[in-house]
C-alpha cells in the first residue's frame, strides 16, 4: 500500500531533474509553463499544498498564511529571504528555509564582473561600437578607473562580502576595507584581508564600493544622497545585495551629475521595474538580478531548496532553517 505523499506547490518553471527529484517524495504540483500568476491565482494554486518551493521573490506574509492554513514550510531557492514576514510565519508556525552557501562563489564572481565592467566601462564600448561610433583609434577613448591596486569597500561582510574581498585582495592586489553590522572574528579578517572600519569611513576612504548586505527595514536606503555625497567622486558602485538598499532615485541624480563616476547593478528597488533615471544614463550597467545565474549554481540552489522540503516532511529535518523556533514550537 503506497504512503500518501505531502502535497507541495512548485510556482515558478524550474529544472525537470529537480521537479522529478520531488515527484519522488512529494504530490507534485508545478507551474512549469511558468505562467505568470497574480497573487490570487498564486493564492489559489497553493490551496491545501502543505510545502511551497518558492524562488525568494513570492511575499509570504499575513494574509497569505490566513488564506492557506494548510501551508507548513516554504523554502527559497535564494540565499535572501526578505519576501519572509517572519513574526507572521511564527505565529502561523510556518518554516521558512533558504539557500546560503552553494551561490557564494558565483555570485562574488558576478560583484566582480559589474565592477570590471562599470569601471572599464565595458557594456558602454561595446554601445559604442555597435552604434557605429568606432571610426579610429583616439587617445580618450573611454578611458575608465582602475580596479587593481585600489582600496575596496564591501558593505555586508557575510559568505558573499567574504568571497569578494578574497578576490580583491589576492586577484587585484586591492586593499580591502569593510562594514558590517558586526565586526569579523580576528581571523576571518585576517584570513579574508579585511580591515573594519566606520559607515562614513567606508564611504570616503573606497575608490570601488560593493553592496553585499542583507535588506531590511534597517538597510533600507542604506545607500542615499548623503551617503552619496560622501564618496570619491571616482568611485564606482556596485549593487548584487537586494533592492531598496540603495536609493535609486538619489543614485540616479548622482550619476547623472557625475556625483560619482558610474554603477553596476544587479538588484532594483520594485523590480522588475527600473527607475527610468538609471535608464537614462551611460555611466552605468545594469544586469537583470543574474548574479547567481549560471546552471550548476541554479541546480545546486534548487537541490537545496529541495533537501529542505525532504528533510523537513521526511525526518532527517530541513538543512538551512531561518526561523528554527518553528520547529522547537511544533515539537513542544
Ligand atoms: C536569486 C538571490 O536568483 O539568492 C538570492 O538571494 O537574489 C538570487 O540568487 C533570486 O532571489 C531568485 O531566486
Known amino acids: 500500500m503506497g504512503v500518501t505523499k505531502p502535497p507541495i506547490l512548485v510556482c515558478r518553471a524550474i529544472a525537470q531533474e529537480t521537479i522529478e527529484r520531488l515527484e519522488q517524495h512529494f504530490d507534485v504540483r508545478s507551474n ?14 497553493l490551496q491545501g499544498r502543505e510545502g511551497l518551493f518558492a524562488t525568494g521573490g513570492e511575499r509570504i506574509d499575513a494574509q497569505l498564511l490566513q488564506a492557506c492554513p494548510q501551508l507548513r514550510i516554504v523554502a527559497n531557492m535564494s540565499v535572501g529571504f526578505n519576501n519572509f514576514d517572519i513574526p507572521a510565519m511564527n505565529a502561523h508556525r510556518v518554516l521558512g528555509t533558504n539557500a546560503p552557501g552553494v551561490l557564494t562563489e558565483t555570485t562574488a564572481d558576478f560583484g566582480f564582473a559589474l565592477l570590471l565592467a562599470a569601471a572599464r566601462r565595458v557594456t558602454e564600448g561595446e554601445r559604442y561600437l555597435r552604434e557605429g ?7 580618450g577613448m573611454l578611458q575608465g578607473a582602475d580596479v587593481h591596486g585600489t582600496t575596496l569597500g564591501i558593505l555586508g561582510m557575510g559568505r558573499i562580502g567574504q568571497a569578494i574581498a578574497r578576490r580583491g585582495r589576492l586577484g587585484f592586489g586591492m586593499n580591502v576595507i569593510y562594514h558590517n553590522r558586526s565586526r569579523l572574528a580576528a581571523d576571518v579578517e585576517l584570513e579574508t584581508g579585511a580591515t573594519y572600519v566606520g559607515k562614513d569611513e567606508l564611504l570616503k576612504q573606497a575608490d570601488h564600493l560593493v ?22 567622486p571616482s568611485a564606482v558602485l556596485v549593487n548584487i545585495a537586494r533592492g531598496g538598499i540603495v536609493d535609486d532615485a538619489a543614485l540616479a541624480a548622482a550619476l547623472r551629475n557625475k556625483r560619482i563616476a558610474a554603477a553596476g547593478l544587479d538588484v532594483y528597488e520594485g523590480e522588475p521595474a527600473v527607475h527610468p533615471g538609471l535608464l537614462a544614463v551611460s555611466n552605468i ?21 529541495a533537501d529542505n522540503l525532504v528533510g523537513f516532511f521526511h525526518g532527517a529535518g530541513p538543512k538551512t532553517p531561518v526561523n528554527p523556533e518553528v520547529l522547537n514550537a511544533v515539537a513542544a
Not at 133 to 139: A, K, S
Not at 285 to 305: D, E, F, K, Q, Y
Open 32 to 45: 512549469q509553463g511558468d505562467e505568470p500568476w497574480s497573487r490570487e491565482q498564486f493564492i489559489a494554486a
Open 133 to 139: 561610433h568606432w571610426t579610429r583609434w583616439e587617445y
Open 285 to 305: 550597467v545594469l544586469a537583470p538580478h543574474i548574479g547567481s545565474a549560471t546552471a550548476s549554481t541554479r541546480i545546486a540552489m534548487a537541490n537545496l531548496a
Open 211 to 232: 553592496l553585499v548586505l542583507p535588506y531590511s527595514a534597517s538597510s533600507h536606503h542604506a545607500i542615499g544622497a548623503a551617503e552619496l555625497a560622501l564618496m570619491k
